[in-house]
């Protein structure tokens, strides 16, 4: 078993740059050929897939935040982290990392039976 712990600014200014870390913690050897994820969920809203990063580096990204998403990870912290430039008050929502053995679980939709999650860390972007 895994934990994922998020963590970053409550709220960000309108046009600054997101940056959340997931913390991962337990027994890591379960989770070797795992994707990891953030999804997000605004408020009235379903969950969103915003990208994830493979076991072996590659990243993917939904196609509607390409432009402005970056996801990485430092594995000498165990840590996934996310970075969303160029916020606007769309942007607040509860953001979740996550993760499971196949990537389409992770983007489907509805996102449904996935692994591990995170408790989420509340984004709010307002001026």
């Known amino acids: 078993q895994v934990q994922l712990q998020e963590s970053g600014p409550g709220l960000v200014k309108p046009s600054q740059t997101l940056s959340l870390t997931c913390t991962v913690s337990?027994?890591?050897?379960?989770?070797?050929?795992?994707?990891w994820s953030w999804i997000r969920q605004p408020p009235g809203k379903g969950l969103e897939w915003m990208g994830a990063i493979a076991f072996g580096g590659n990243t993917y990204v939904s196609p509607t935040l390409k432009s402005r998403t970056a996801i990485s990870r430092d594995t000498s912290k165990n840590q996934l982290i996310l970075q969303l430039s160029n916020v606007t008050p769309e942007d607040t929502a509860v953001y979740y990392c996550?993760?499971?053995?196949?990537?389409?679980?992770?983007?489907?939709?509805?996102?449904?039976?996935?692994?591990?999650w995170g408790q989420g860390t509340q984004v709010t972007v307002s001026s």
């Open positions: 996550a993760a499971d053995r196949h990537l389409g679980t992770l983007y489907a939709d509805p996102i449904t039976d996935v692994d591990y």
């Open positions: 337990g027994d890591s050897s379960t989770t070797n050929y795992y994707y």
